[in-house]
């Protein structure tokens, strides 16, 4: 069965730097999404993108955060400049139009 | 108050017991309706997509009231691969996002 992969699966990083996260979204589906669950909470939307551009976006998903195809098969989401706070599982999913989402197994992000 | 609400348990079943969990919502344009199962530290796995009219799929039932805006989820005779947080999610009219609720944790035990 056709998955979601994204890489790496943790990423530790020091406050203030710079951090990619990849996703390889299920190769026939357009439609591609960020989650991120912080430890013991619900997960969050952050942003959805379709046709080379955002969607939609939630109020977490501030001018530190970005998302990119860059080429036919990856989807990144960067994070500027990271927060103590940007601590978090992240979630990648695609699928097609009006069908469920599939989720990546995600990045754990630890900020130090 | 909460968009999506559940309640966070723990439910504690023996194998072979049926457990029922709720989940209401706040939205009246909520859309559609899924249960998602995660495991700890894992990803959220599709269960099951929730239809007007009820749908069962095995040991798993759903259930939709779109009046009282309440969902449920009905799994028959437990196994113990069954203990996972149950994440009730919700999407609204024209979007996409899914709107997760906090989950309902059960173990079931031998």
């Known amino acids: 069965e056709p998955e979601v992969t994204q890489t790496p699966s943790h990423q530790v990083t020091q406050m203030g730097q710079e951090v990619i996260l990849r996703c390889v979204p299920i190769s026939n589906h357009l439609y591609f999404y960020w989650y991120r669950q912080i430890l013991g909470q619900k997960v969050e939307f952050l942003v959805s993108?379709?046709?080379?551009?955002?969607?939609?976006k939630s109020e977490i998903f501030d001018d530190q955060f970005s998302v990119e195809r860059p080429d036919g098969s990856n989807f990144t989401l960067k994070i500027r400049s990271t927060k103590l706070e940007d601590s978090a599982m992240y979630f990648c999913?695609?699928?097609?139009?009006?069908?469920?989402?599939?989720f990546g197994d995600g990045t754990r992000l630890s900020i130090l | 108050r909460k968009e999506v609400e559940q309640d966070p348990g723990p439910f504690n079943v023996p194998e072979g017991a049926t457990v029922a969990f709720n989940c209401t919502y706040s939205?009246?344009?909520?859309?559609?309706f899924f249960w998602y199962r995660q495991d700890c530290r894992k990803e959220p796995k599709l269960l099951m997509s929730v239809y007007s009219s009820g749908n069962e799929d095995g040991r798993f039932t759903a259930q939709l009231n779109r009046a009282s805006q309440y969902i449920s989820l009905l799994i028959r005779d437990s196994k113990l691969s069954d203990s996972a947080t149950y994440l009730c999610v919700v999407t609204h009219y024209n979007t996409d996002k899914l709107i997760f609720g906090t989950g309902t944790r059960l173990q079931v035990f031998p």
């Open positions: 939205n009246s344009a909520s859309q559609s």
């Open positions: 999913a695609s699928n097609e139009r009006n069908q469920p989402q599939h």
């Open positions: 993108f379709y046709n080379n551009e955002i969607s939609e």
